[in-house]
C-alpha cells in the first residue's frame, strides 16, 4: 500500500512539475510574442514617419546642414540601415563607414567596424536599431567618446 502510495506521490508531483513548466514556458512564449510584436509596432511606425517626411519633400541633406554635420556613419544594417545608406548616398552626405557585427562584405565598399573596434572621428554615427539605441549608443561612447551618436528618428521627427 505504501509503495501504491508513493508511486502515486511521485507521479502527482511529476505531473505539477509539468504543469507549472507548461505554464511558465506558455508566459514566456507570450511575453517574448509581445515583445516582438511591439519591436514591430515601432518599426511600423518609424517607417510610417519616413514616408510622410518623404512625401513632404523633406531630405537628409537638410537636417545635417542644419546641424552642422558634414561626415555620418551608419550603426545597424538591417532593413532600415540598408535604405538610409541608400538615402545617403542618392543625396550626397558623406557615409564614411557602416558599424555592424554581420558580415563586411555586404557593404559594398565601405569600411567596416564593430563595436569592439576604435572608430574613426565623425560628426555623427547614426543608430538605426530604434528599441536598441540607449545600449547601442553606450556601447559606441565606451570605446568613442568624442562621437556624437543620434537615433534615426531624431532625423525626422
Not at 26 to 50: H, L, P
Not at 63 to 86: D, P, Q, R
Not at 97 to 114: M, Q
Not at 124 to 149: G, H, M, Q, R
Request: some cysteine; overall charge neutral; proline content about 2%.
Amino acid at each position: 500500500m505504501k509503495r501504491i502510495l508513493w508511486n502515486i506521490g511521485v507521479l502527482a508531483s511529476g505531473f505539477m512539475i509539468g504543469v507549472l513548466f507548461i505554464i511558465y514556458r506558455c508566459g514566456y512564449i507570450v511575453e517574448s510574442s509581445k515583445k516582438r510584436a511591439d519591436k514591430f509596432q515601432t518599426y511600423f511606425n518609424f517607417m510610417d514617419q519616413w514616408l510622410e517626411y518623404k512625401e513632404q519633400d523633406a531630405h537628409f541633406a537638410k537636417y545635417f546642414h542644419e546641424k552642422n554635420i558634414s561626415s555620418v556613419a551608419i550603426y545597424g544594417m538591417g532593413k532600415i540601415g540598408k535604405h538610409l545608406k541608400y538615402e545617403l548616398e542618392s543625396e550626397g552626405v558623406d557615409l564614411r563607414y557602416v558599424i555592424d557585427e554581420s558580415d563586411a562584405a555586404l557593404y559594398n565598399n565601405l569600411p567596416h567596424y564593430n563595436l569592439k573596434d576604435r572608430l574613426p572621428l565623425v560628426d555623427a554615427v547614426i543608430v538605426t536599431p530604434i528599441n536598441e539605441y540607449e545600449d547601442i549608443k553606450k556601447k559606441i561612447l565606451e570605446n568613442n567618446s568624442k562621437l556624437k551618436v543620434i537615433l534615426i528618428s531624431e532625423i525626422i521627427d
